[in-house]
């Protein structure tokens, strides 16, 4: 995920959200039941974070879509409402796949497809014609292996293929979640 419009904040306005948007990511997971357990230690990207949790019985994918995103969506309103000083609007973006570890960090296609993905020019104009605090692009894989099924909680109809991108010279399809 990212914050929106963060390059045109102070250093301490960015301490100050990145401090939150920690804080209500860590909520969203633990109120979810996904436990520290279920994911790495969340990476710094500046001003965002990076989530990779683990596909477990305990923290599925769709836990992802039905439990987490929506809590991380309450909170984020309910901040913005409290404090329109410190508004704070996200671009999460959800794929999965094979992660790859060295001894400075995580890297591979997976990841190169999610941040093209988040960073998507479709995507960030999306968040700034909504009124919600926060824009959910999922991959091809995820709504064809997750979101198409039909779980409970899951409304198919609200993703729409809304962008492409390119990664390694092959185009991947990213569908937005329309509604809240």
């Known amino acids: 995920m990212d914050i929106e419009d963060s390059?045109?904040?102070?250093?301490?306005?960015?301490?100050?959200?990145?401090?939150?948007?920690?804080?209500?990511?860590?909520?969203?997971?633990?109120?979810?039941?996904?436990?520290?357990?279920?994911?790495d230690p969340l990476v710094d990207r500046?001003?965002?974070?990076?989530?990779?949790?683990?596909?477990?019985?305990?923290?599925?994918?769709?836990?992802?879509?039905?439990?987490?995103?929506?809590?991380?969506?309450?909170?984020?309103?309910?901040?913005?409402?409290?404090?329109?000083?410190?508004?704070?609007?996200l671009r999460v973006a959800v794929h999965a796949g094979e992660i790859n570890y060295d001894r400075r960090g995580c890297f591979g296609e997976a990841l190169d497809i999610t941040f093209r993905l988040l960073d998507a020019p479709v995507v960030k104009r999306e968040?700034?014609?909504?009124?919600?605090?926060?824009?959910?692009?999922?991959?091809?894989?995820?709504?064809?292996s997750v979101v198409r099924h039909g779980h409970e909680g899951i409304n198919e109809d609200s993703y729409l293929p809304r962008t492409n991108v390119l990664v390694g010279g092959r185009h991947y399809r990213g569908w937005i979640r329309t509604d809240d």
Do not use: N
């Open 7 to 39: 390059t045109s904040r102070t250093d301490a306005a960015k301490a100050q959200l990145r401090s939150l948007m920690y804080d209500m990511v860590e909520k969203a997971l633990h109120s979810s039941g996904i436990g520290r357990r279920h994911h």
């Open 46 to 89: 500046g001003d965002g974070v990076l989530a990779l949790i683990r596909p477990v019985d305990q923290a599925p994918m769709a836990l992802l879509l039905t439990s987490v995103i929506p809590v991380l969506a309450t909170t984020l309103r309910q901040h913005d409402i409290q404090h329109p000083d410190q508004f704070l609007r």
């Open 127 to 144: 968040l700034r014609q909504i009124v919600s605090p926060m824009v959910v692009v999922v991959s091809e894989e995820v709504y064809r």
